[in-house]
């Protein structure tokens, strides 16, 4: 299979299904790449999982304050 992100071909691709669609990635940074949501205030793909308010995804608690959402709080 080849990458989505680099074009590499590999015979041992990741597949990941996401809203029924299917990407084939030839390692977990070509995934993350692709696929993980981006923080709305410092712009770190948030790889773990991250807090959220209304459509915005943040990496932290953090960096939602930060960008003036209150009352998050990371999960323990």
Do not use: T, W
């Not at 299917?22 to 692709?34: G, L, N, P, R, W």
């Not at 205030?41 to 959402?69: M, N, W």
């Amino acid at each position: 299979m080849k990458c989505e992100v680099c074009g590499n071909e590999y015979d041992k691709a990741i597949e990941v299904i996401q809203d029924g669609h299917s990407y084939f990635f030839d390692c977990f940074e070509c995934a993350i790449h692709q696929l993980a949501p981006e923080c709305a205030e410092c712009r770190c793909k948030v790889i773990g999982h991250g807090v959220q308010s209304g459509d915005e995804v943040y990496c932290s608690a953090h960096c939602a304050e930060h960008a003036g959402v209150m009352g998050l709080h990371d999960r323990v």
